[in-house]
């Protein structure tokens, strides 16, 4: 059984550093990577997360690639993909990928929690 570690992959400091502080206060256990490279440095990760919330547009290789990537080697924690340039097209594909939700920066704090507790239940 997967803990309740919950993985944050994003490039702006203050979002990982605010989803941290607020995941860990509800408490969660979060470890945050600054880019898709960071974390694909370290695959032991996946084998003690339970829930992945990524940003799609980080410096280097996407969001999207780096779930693509992770798929290839491991059993694949749920995904909530977040974007502050996100469209509909890029909800669509994200949904299509079989990840369980997709946010808008800025992200509304009630439906995340909401849609993490349901995942992890």
Not at 34 to 63: C, F, H, M, R, Y
Not at 75 to 102: C, K, R
Not at 104 to 109: E, L
């Amino acid at each position: 059984m997967r803990s309740q570690r919950i993985v944050i992959v994003d490039d702006e400091r203050s979002v990982r550093s605010g989803l941290s502080n607020l995941l860990q206060s509800e408490g969660y256990l979060t470890e945050t990577f600054d880019s898709a490279e960071a974390l694909l440095a370290v695959p032991e990760t996946l084998d003690t997360s339970a829930l992945l919330i990524i940003d799609i547009k980080l410096q280097g290789i996407s969001g999207f690639a780096l779930v693509e990537k992770l798929a290839q080697h491991a059993a694949l924690p749920p995904v909530i993909y977040i974007s502050g340039h996100g469209d509909e097209n890029m909800h669509w594909y994200a949904m299509g990928t079989g990840a369980l939700a997709f946010m808008r920066k800025p992200i509304h704090i009630d439906t995340l929690l909401d849609c993490i507790r349901q995942s992890l239940a």
